[in-house]
């Protein structure tokens, strides 16, 4: 198993990354290009996608995770979507 993730320094990316370094599991960040503007998000989401992932964790946030989450599902990638919500019932559940 190989994580890759959207390379965001906090939250979701930040958390996975951790959990992936305690397990050594190899992690590949997908850093944006800014230098293409606007689309450069759309643009590494297509790249997640050639990637040909078993499966997707999508965590609550702009377009661009619909974006991401609406080429997977049309590729074929199996999608689940993590909301706010299901975050507070977990930190209910442990706690």
Do not use: H
């Not at 990637?51 to 974006?67: K, T």
């Amino acid at each position: 198993m190989t994580l890759v993730t959207t390379a965001q320094r906090s939250g979701t990316d930040a958390i996975a990354a951790a959990w992936a370094a305690a397990r050594g599991v190899p992690t590949v960040n997908f850093r944006l290009n800014r230098s293409l503007g606007n689309r450069a998000g759309f643009d590494r989401n297509k790249m997640l996608v050639r990637l040909a992932p078993v499966e997707a964790i999508i965590c609550e946030g702009s377009g661009l995770q619909v974006n991401l989450a609406e080429r997977c599902r049309d590729a074929g990638v199996p999608v689940t979507i993590m909301r706010d919500r299901d975050f507070a019932s977990l930190a209910q559940a442990a706690g």
